[in-house]
Every structure is written in structure tokens, then in C-alpha cells.
């Protein structure tokens, strides 16, 4: 039980509730899904969690900046999930 308290930090917000924040958790990038964001700016991508509780779950996340396959990704949450990306054209000419 002290193990687990010295891992968490408690931080005040300004709505004056507490929040937890944990420690960073390892995943490797296994599959780059595709580009969203209004410009393309954002990479969704397949990980596999490496450590913690949730070890072995693969989930989808979104990636700004350069990403390729095996790159590692500290992840603050692991309980979040990125919604997937649904057309490739949904307005324009080709609609």
C-alpha cells in the first residue's frame, strides 16, 4: 500500500479538486493507422503497453510530431482511448 502511494502525486486544480497523476508508462508503437487533425498535423497510431497494470493492452492513440514503428511513447494515460478516423474525404469536391 506505500508502494503505491509514493508512485502517485497529488495535484491541486483550480476548480479545487484533487486529481491523481501518475507516472509515465511505456508503449511501442506497432501499426501507424493515419493522419487526422485539421491539417494532418496528427498521427494515429496502434501501441502496446509495456508496464503497469494494463501490460500487454493494445490501444489507439493520437501522435503529434515525427513517429515511425517501434518508436516508444511515454504515456500519461492509459485509461483513454483516440476515436477512430472515419473517411479519408468527408467534404470538398470529391464528395
Excluded: H
Excluded at 494494463?54 to 511515454?74: A, H
Excluded at 476515436?83 to 464528395?95: A, L, N
Amino acid at each position: 500500500m506505500t508502494n503505491q502511494k509514493s508512485n502517485e502525486v497529488k495535484s491541486k486544480s483550480t476548480k479545487g479538486y484533487e486529481k491523481i497523476v501518475r507516472e509515465a508508462v511505456p508503449a511501442v508503437v506497432e501499426e501507424i493507422i493515419g493522419r487526422t487533425g485539421f491539417r494532418g498535423e496528427i498521427t494515429q497510431v496502434k501501441c502496446n503497453i509495456l508496464e503497469g497494470n494494463e501490460k500487454g493492452k493494445s490501444m489507439r492513440r493520437n501522435v503529434k510530431g515525427p513517429i515511425q514503428l517501434k518508436d516508444i511513447l511515454m504515456l500519461r494515460e492509459v485509461q483513454i482511448e483516440a476515436r477512430r478516423i472515419r473517411s479519408k474525404v468527408s467534404k470538398g469536391v470529391f464528395t
